[in-house]
């Protein structure tokens, strides 16, 4: 999952579409058109969906264990409950 992005024909700058979407999904609309608002040069541009990308954030993955989480989620609960000065 990712956002579809386009570049601006004119800037060749880089439009966020703000739409959310994989590469099977939009291999299903790549023939639609698209009207899309260029902050870069500040007019409406018509594209095809299919002349945008899936631009894919990878978020790295953190190994947390579930004792681990419990444990922290535990002393958060205690923590709340015993006064700061005891």
Do not use: W
């Amino acid at each position: 999952m990712g956002v579809l992005v386009f570049r601006c024909p004119a800037t060749g700058e880089r439009i966020d579409s703000g739409v959310h979407t994989d590469e099977s999904s939009l291999a299903k609309v790549r023939s639609l058109s698209v009207k899309i608002y260029c902050p870069a040069c500040k007019t409406m541009h018509l594209m095809c969906a299919g002349d945008g990308q899936v631009d894919v954030v990878v978020m790295p993955a953190t190994k947390v264990s579930l004792a681990h989480a419990l444990t922290v989620s535990r002393d958060k609960r205690i923590a709340k409950r015993i006064p700061a000065n005891q």
